[in-house]
């Protein structure tokens, strides 16, 4: 059985983020969403928060498990036996980034590879901070985050 696991901060998951769910879930036999659960990062939701908005926008998609790591990514790998990491890359911009880090990662736990995706052209703008953003500022988000993200983002901004 082929593992993924496709780890990220997911605060909040985005519509760029569940393509690239969608189209990893086709190529394993079971994908892990590692949601990263580190506070230093000063995330807007909980990690609990970010795991259920989630599994609720992944439910339709059966080979798909949420999980939370802390600590390396490269031993978390190991703890759930995964074959392969998982990330999408939208420009050069996160290329630059995203080779050091897996570079970084082989040299950790040489048993580990990491696999790109694309992101999809119509998500190739879309950012996590971005949609916070615009979200405090009471702007529309539905075009960028699934309706139950949205309505988490309104509720935030609301709070604040
Ligand atoms: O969604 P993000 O914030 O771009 O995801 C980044 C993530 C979670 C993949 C990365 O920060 C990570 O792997 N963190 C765990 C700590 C770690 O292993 N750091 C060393 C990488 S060289």
Known sequence: MKIGLYPGSFDPITFGHLDIIERSARLFDKLYIGVLNNNAKHPMFTVEERAALIKEVT???????????????????????????IRGLRAVTDFEYE????????????????????????????SSSIVKEIAMYHGEVTKFVPEAVAFKLKEKANKR
């Open 99 to 126: 080779i050091q880090i897996a570079q970084m990662n082989h040299e950790l736990n040489s048993r580990v590879d990491t696999i790109y995706l694309t992101t999809s052209t119509e998500y190739a703008y879309l």
């Open 59 to 85: 439910k339709h998609i059966p080979n798909v498990e949420v999980s939370f790591f802390s600590g390396l990514l490269a031993e978390y790998v190991d703890v759930i036996g995964a074959d392969a990491i």
